[in-house]
């Protein structure tokens, strides 16, 4: 059984040390554009697009076939679920039964299993059955080579955030013991790093709509540069960034919104 997520793994679990080694990264690449930086960060644990990989996967519908997903009964099956190819490369399935109770919160928590590329065809059915009968208002895949490399490659939306620990338990009821990639700047649930979570700015008017680590990477890479070596004050420069993103509302112990974070006065997107 999880811990609820205000008491989830520590600071010193895989997820926190990989985090820390990429904003470590991110102060060793020497990039001065915050747009790049940001980038970078977000890719950061992601698996090269190898050769291996592009023969493995040329196309659409070797992935698919890989994940299983058009072997299996799906969600649209139920006639509760729809799926869909989405623009930015994605395969989503979105609940209409309105049992997510979307309208109930302003946030969105996100749901993130991370494993191996290599161990998708095992993992796969697993996470689409869970997530077919929770409560999750959506969920989706990566649908392209790049995509299954993506240590965010499996990703589900919940309006609660107890709806999101119930899937989560149940995924790792399942899963645990598969073998993890992980996802950075994310707050370990359980699995060795299997399963974490984040939660989704709202959406504000007059600003952009950013995800939780879109959101977080950016201010991250921002922290970086804006730390001058005279500023220091006997801190490492990473010490500094992680500092300053405390204060802005990120618990950089688990990298997961602080309590009140996403609140009518808390921080705008940059």
Known sequence: ??????????????????????VGYGEATGIDDLDLLAERLYLYNRVPLSPRWTRRFPDQASVLEYLGVDSRPVPEGSGAWTRRRTADG??????????????????THKLYLSPTPESLPDVFPAFLDVLITSRARRFKAGAEACDLLRSDKLVAY???????????????????????????????????????????????????HDSWRGWLTRRLAAAILSTKETQLGGMTRTRCALERLRIEGVDVERWAPAPGLWTSSGPEDL
């Open 90 to 107: 994605w395969m989503s399935w979105s609940r209409q039964d309105g049992k997510s109770k979307a309208k109930a919160s302003s946030v």
């Open 1 to 22: 059984m999880l811990s609820p997520i205000e008491g989830a793994v520590s600071g010193e679990s895989f997820l926190a040390r990989l985090s820390l080694a990429g």
């Open 158 to 208: 919940f309006g609660h955030q107890d709806d999101l620990i119930e899937a989560a338990e149940r995924i790792l009821s399942r899963l645990d013991g598969a073998p993890v990639q992980g996802v950075p700047f994310t707050a370990e649930l359980g699995g060795g790093g299997l399963v974490s979570w984040g939660v989704d700015p709202p959406r504000r008017k007059g600003c952009r």
